[in-house]
């Protein structure tokens, strides 16, 4: 059975950095990503990782964040730097077995965390 774990979600001012990790017990052909949701928004993709370890980024983070898979510790992670408050939201953690970009249909993810929460303040 597949489970994924998110940790590293907290409070941060602007202009602050955060790292997100996410376990997961799946093969390390699985493509995997992040995403994020905010209160009364939409669920929308934020950065994904191939199964080569080929990144892929929202418009909104590129170069502030950072995504990255660990193959032997089943562990991917998202590098949040220079955050701003538009950041703010529940984080998940997804994988699907096919490849995947953040332009992915969100319906090809099959497995999913619980989240963890991120809020920049001011």
């Known amino acids: 059975q597949v489970q994924l774990a998110e940790s590293g979600g907290g409070s941060v001012q602007a202009g602050g950095s955060l790292r997100l990790s996410c376990v997961a017990s799946?093969?390390?052909?699985?493509?995997m990503a992040w995403f994020r949701q905010a209160p009364g928004k939409e669920r929308e993709g934020v950065a994904s990782?191939?199964?080569?370890?080929?990144?892929s980024y929202e418009d909104s983070v590129k170069g502030r964040f950072t995504i990255s898979r660990d193959y032997i510790k089943k562990t991917i992670y998202l590098q949040m730097n220079s955050l701003k408050p538009e950041d703010t939201a529940m984080y998940y953690c997804?994988?699907?077995?096919?490849?995947?970009?953040?332009?992915?249909?969100?319906?090809?993810?099959?497995?999913w965390g619980q989240g963890t929460q991120v809020t920049v303040s001011s």
């Open positions: 997804a994988a699907t077995p096919a490849t995947c970009t953040v332009a992915t249909a969100i319906g090809l993810f099959n497995y």
């Open positions: 799946m093969l390390p052909n699985y493509c």
């Open positions: 990782i191939t199964s080569t370890s080929r990144p």
